[in-house]
């Protein structure tokens, strides 16, 4: 037996997994660098988001239940991809243990799917609201709103934590198995297996079609029923009035799905370095850029901060 495995019923467990992330690019440090800087206005602008809607009552409703959770999943995905990356490639760390590479894989597939489902239930909030606008306060109450989001976060983790487990069930045939991508990527992992990986290919091929499939072909669906009632409404400031209300979230859903949806669709034709740019990119922009959507285009929200410092709650004068 080769000690330098772990057997455990007949499961041959790898002792690191080594990322092997870009080749060949000069001067790749300064990408990690401007990683770090996404990082750390992601961080500040999401905690201020969530600062905001904590503290103004105003805030405390459905809509913007959903919007602390966008949030709140910005920060996991942004903390569960970029320290990991910068450790890994800034500092040299690319031989990953085993058992925080899978750690790794699960905090950020999860953080992704919560975050894909979390945009999917704003737009449910944005058809309700503009379609159905009488039954909006008995349909979308901020109780319900809490249940939906609770049932978002435990599809995610039963959809992960079930991935997770196969890829445990893998056996590897080498000490060091290398990934070809920037992170503990699923799918080059179970790829790398030398066992009966069909149950993790399974789970590949469904998982993107329940955590990214099903939330656009809601949103889809959801826009063009606002769509078609926008065109119903008579009064072109009611219709200004309501398309507002959806600019931002739409802006949120493009900057989010189309990076994503591009790069997998385009993954056989495209070289692992555009690859892992474009995926890194897609798991760090859109997080740092959400804050700053709903905070210049959403006037509401806007007005709620000018309010909390007229009234100096967040900077407080000394006397």
């Not at 201020?48 to 409703?61: A, E, G, K, S």
């Given at each position: 037996?080769?000690?330098?495995?772990?057997?455990?019923?007949?499961?041959?467990?790898?002792?690191?997994?080594?990322?092997?992330g870009?080749?060949g690019?000069?001067?790749?440090?300064?990408?990690?660098?401007?990683?770090f800087?996404v990082y750390?206005?992601?961080?500040?602008g999401?905690s201020?988001?969530?600062?905001?809607?904590i503290?103004?009552?105003?805030?405390?409703?459905?809509?913007?239940?959903a919007?602390?959770n966008?949030?709140?999943?910005?920060i996991?995905?942004s903390?569960?991809?970029i320290?990991?990356?910068l450790d890994?490639f800034?500092?040299?760390?690319?031989?990953?243990?085993?058992?925080?590479c899978?750690c790794?894989?699960?905090?950020?597939?999860?953080?992704i799917?919560?975050?894909?489902?979390?945009?999917?239930?704003?737009?449910?909030?944005?058809?309700i609201?503009?379609?159905?606008?009488?039954r909006?306060?008995m349909?979308v109450?901020?109780?319900s709103?809490?249940?939906?989001?609770g049932?978002?976060?435990?599809?995610?983790?039963?959809m992960?934590?079930?991935?997770?487990?196969?890829?445990s069930?893998?056996?590897f045939?080498?000490?060091?198995?290398?990934?070809n991508?920037?992170?503990?990527?699923?799918?080059?992992i179970y790829?790398?297996?030398?066992?009966?990986?069909?149950?993790?290919y399974?789970i590949n091929?469904l998982?993107?079609?329940?955590?990214?499939g099903f939330?656009?072909?809601?949103i889809?669906?959801?826009?063009?029923?606002?769509?078609?009632?926008l065109?119903?409404?008579?009064?072109?400031?009611?219709r200004?009035?309501?398309?507002?209300t959806?600019?931002?979230?739409?802006?949120?859903?493009?900057?989010f799905?189309?990076?994503?949806?591009?790069?997998?669709?385009?993954?056989?034709?495209?070289?692992?370095?555009t690859?892992i740019?474009?995926?890194?990119l897609?798991?760090?922009?859109?997080?740092?850029?959400?804050?700053?959507?709903?905070?210049f285009?959403?006037?509401?929200?806007?007005?709620?901060?000018?309010r909390?410092?007229?009234r100096r709650?967040?900077f407080?004068?000394?006397?």
């Amino acid at each position: 037996m080769n000690e330098d495995f772990a057997e455990n019923r007949n499961i041959s467990i790898p002792s690191y997994f080594y990322i092997s992330g870009f080749s060949g690019i000069p001067h790749v440090r300064y990408y990690y660098i401007f990683l770090f800087f996404v990082y750390i206005i992601t961080v500040l602008g999401n905690s201020c988001l969530m600062f905001v809607i904590i503290i103004d009552r105003n805030l405390h409703t459905p809509k913007y239940i959903a919007v602390f959770n966008l949030s709140l999943t910005d920060i996991c995905e942004s903390t569960a991809v970029i320290p990991q990356l910068l450790d890994t490639f800034l500092f040299g760390n690319q031989l990953i243990p085993y058992g925080l590479c899978l750690c790794n894989m699960f905090s950020v597939f999860v953080s992704i799917s919560a975050q894909s489902l979390t945009l999917a239930v704003l737009s449910f909030d944005r058809f309700i609201a503009i379609c159905l606008p009488l039954r909006y306060h008995m349909i979308v109450t901020r109780r319900s709103m809490l249940v939906i989001i609770g049932v978002t976060w435990a599809v995610a983790l039963f959809m992960i934590i079930t991935a997770t487990i196969f890829i445990s069930r893998l056996s590897f045939c080498r000490v060091i198995v290398i990934i070809n991508t920037f992170y503990c990527d699923h799918g080059p992992i179970y790829r790398s297996a030398c066992s009966n990986n069909f149950p993790s290919y399974v789970i590949n091929n469904l998982n993107p079609i329940v955590i990214l499939g099903f939330p656009v072909f809601f949103i889809i669906f959801s826009y063009t029923c606002i769509a078609v009632t926008l065109f119903r409404i008579t009064t072109p400031q009611d219709r200004q009035r309501a398309t507002k209300t959806c600019t931002a979230h739409l802006t949120l859903v493009a900057i989010f799905y189309v990076p994503i949806t591009f790069t997998y669709a385009l993954s056989s034709i495209i070289n692992t370095n555009t690859r892992i740019i474009n995926l890194s990119l897609t798991s760090a922009l859109p997080p740092m850029l959400n804050p700053i959507i709903y905070t210049f285009m959403t006037e509401e929200f806007m007005v709620s901060v000018k309010r909390l410092l007229k009234r100096r709650i967040i900077f407080p004068s000394r006397k």
